[in-house]
C-alpha cells in the first residue's frame, strides 16, 4: 500500500516448487467493460496500489461483474495461482468452536 514501509507489512505468496508459471489466455470485453476496466486501472496505478509491469510470470485475467448500482466491479480471476499454492496446514476454526471461545466455554 502507498505510504507503509515494506519493513511493516509485506505480503509473498509460497508457491509449490513444481508449479509452473500460467498465463491465462485473454479473455474479450465488450466496449462498456472495457471502458469501465481502463478507469479502473488508471484509478489503483494514480494511487499507487498497482505498477505496470512487461514480463509478467503470472498473468490473470479480470472479470467484470455489475453491481446493484449499475457501475460495474472488477474482480481477478486467480484460479490457476491459487492451484499452484500449497494448502495452509493449519484449518480454520469451526464456528463451534468459535462460538463456544467466545462464550467462554
Same mark, same amino acid.
Given at each position: &500500500?502507498?505510504?507503509?514501509?515494506?519493513?511493516?507489512?509485506?505480503?509473498?505468496?509460497?508457491?509449490? %516448487?513444481?508449479?509452473?508459471?500460467?498465463?491465462?489466455?485473454?479473455?474479450?470485453?465488450?466496449?462498456?467493460?472495457?471502458?469501465?476496466?481502463?478507469?479502473?486501472?488508471?484509478?489503483?496505478?494514480?494511487?499507487?496500489?498497482?505498477?505496470?509491469?512487461?514480463?509478467?510470470?503470472?498473468?490473470?485475467?479480470?472479470? &467484470?461483474?455489475?453491481?446493484?448500482?449499475?457501475?460495474?466491479? &472488477?474482480?481477478?480471476?486467480?484460479?490457476?495461482?491459487?492451484?499452484?499454492?500449497?494448502?495452509?496446514?493449519?484449518?480454520? %476454526?469451526?464456528?463451534?468452536?468459535?462460538?463456544?471461545?467466545?462464550?467462554?466455554?
Amino acid at each position: &500500500m502507498p505510504g507503509i514501509d515494506e519493513d511493516i507489512i509485506t505480503h509473498k505468496l509460497s508457491l509449490s %516448487p513444481n508449479a509452473k508459471p500460467l498465463s491465462q489466455r485473454k479473455r474479450k470485453l465488450g466496449d462498456e467493460r472495457r471502458k469501465a476496466v481502463d478507469e479502473e486501472v488508471r484509478k489503483l496505478k494514480e494511487a499507487g496500489f498497482i505498477t505496470e509491469i512487461e514480463y509478467p510470470t503470472w498473468l490473470a485475467n479480470v472479470v &467484470m461483474v455489475k453491481k446493484a448500482n449499475g457501475k460495474w466491479r &472488477m474482480c481477478v480471476d486467480f484460479t490457476d495461482l491459487n492451484k499452484a499454492c500449497p494448502k495452509d496446514p493449519y484449518p480454520l %476454526p469451526s464456528i463451534d468452536r468459535l462460538i463456544d471461545g467466545a462464550s467462554g466455554c
